[in-house]
């Protein structure tokens, strides 16, 4: 199955995130909390979730029906939260193939003259 590709700022609320739990040392088990992370990294919910759904594929995070997100374990020193590489080479391909359509290259002669 596909894992989903994240957008660059779920990636890096993700990453802000794990730096939180690192740098205070929350225990495996701490609760986190979505309004208290809204506050700290000023964004809304729907951002928060995304950055904890992406630390929980990479099991950082653990969440429970009602019990919401909890540490799972401590993320390691320097680690990233990026999109899958399939998500990454598909959007290359789309690109590559953009670049290559007649219209470009129609428009890329006319700016090169």
């Not at 429970?64 to 939260?81: D, H, L, N, W, Y």
């Amino acid at each position: 199955m596909d894992q989903p590709v994240y957008s660059v700022l779920t990636q890096r609320l993700a990453e802000r995130i794990a730096d939180i739990i690192r740098r205070d040392g929350l225990a495996v088990g701490h609760r986190l909390k979505e309004m208290d992370l809204c506050h700290a990294l000023g964004v809304s919910r729907s951002p928060i979730r995304k950055a904890l759904q992406l630390l929980q594929t990479s099991g950082i995070v653990k969440s429970e029906s009602q019990k919401g997100f909890q540490v799972a374990r401590a993320p390691e020193p320097f680690e990233t939260f990026t999109s899958t590489q399939e998500g990454l080479d598909e959007r290359s391909e789309e690109h590559t193939s953009e670049l290559q359509s007649p219209m470009y290259l129609e428009c890329r002669l006319l700016l090169e003259k």
